[in-house]
């Protein structure tokens, strides 16, 4: 039987300089990114991760620039309503329903040379 | 059956999957410019802007333009042969931006194999649009 999902919320930097990039050893994702973003270059600012176990909000901060405040729907699996924060000011919400392997991409406000963004995996 | 509810309604809202055409549009144009995020927000504002003064026309000749802005931007969309979209797809629903300067827009990338939401307009009062370090 399978466990509860996971959800892992990554926060990078996209940049064409300034530093190294940290994606050369997901050369699939970097591309992703860069067709998205037309960046060259990534670097992780922060991970969080949870695992759904029950009804009640989680929130995940990968790092002190966003959170992401979720919350399973009771009454259908594998649905999320979530709100995005940055720092403390709301910036949106949804409705999520996960889909294998397809994770969600967040465009964030420019940040210094380049674009932060955030991907949201969810795992079963 | 005439649906005359239903539309209404098609008339009364711009066209989701153009929207989300014109906004790929916007984002492709973005990467391939260096455009900034102010401009972004800008020229989809304006995008939002004009959407809604052609749905406001009277009918009759200047009706013509209601289709005409449409019509253009669809020629663009096949123009750019970038835009991957299959909003049918998309995993998301109900999105809702929580500030009057933010806009967003949800779309299926094909290409980046990603339910990606595109968000505009942060703020950029305290000079750096995130207020905070990392």
Do not use: C
Request: aromatic fraction near 10%; glycine fraction near 6%; hydrophobic fraction near 40%.
């Amino acid at each position: 039987m399978a466990g509860p999902p996971a959800i892992v919320v990554d926060l990078y930097q996209g940049q064409n300089d300034g530093f190294a990039d940290e994606l050369s050893h997901n050369p699939a994702f970097r591309q992703n990114l860069t067709r998205l973003f037309g960046y060259s270059n990534y670097r992780q600012l922060g991970q969080a991760r949870t695992s759904v176990t029950s009804g009640q909000p989680i929130n995940l901060k990968p790092s002190d620039l966003f959170s992401i405040r979720i919350k399973p729907d009771s009454a259908e699996a594998n649905v999320f309503d979530f709100e995005l924060l940055q720092s403390d000011r709301p910036v949106l919400s949804a409705r999520y329903t996960p889909k294998p392997g397809i994770p969600l991409i967040i465009k964030g406000p420019l940040y210094q040379n380049g674009v932060l963004i955030l991907v949201l995996n969810t795992y079963k | 059956m005439n649906k005359p509810e239903s539309f209404k309604k098609e008339l009364q809202e711009p066209d989701p999957a153009l929207l989300a055409g014109l906004q790929d549009l916007l984002r492709h144009d973005a990467a391939a410019t260096g455009r900034s995020d102010a401009h972004q927000a800008w020229a989809w504002t304006r995008l939002q802007a004009r959407l809604q003064e052609v749905q406001m026309q009277p009918r009759g000749w200047p009706a013509l333009s209601r289709w005409f802005f449409p019509a253009a931007g669809l020629t663009l969309a096949g123009l750019a042969a970038v835009v991957f979209i299959w909003r049918d797809s998309t995993s998301l629903s109900r999105v809702q931006t929580l500030s009057p300067s933010l806009y967003a827009s949800t779309f299926y990338s094909r290409e980046a194999g990603a339910d990606v939401i595109w968000v505009t307009g942060y703020n950029y009062e305290r000079g750096d649009s995130t207020g905070a370090t990392p």
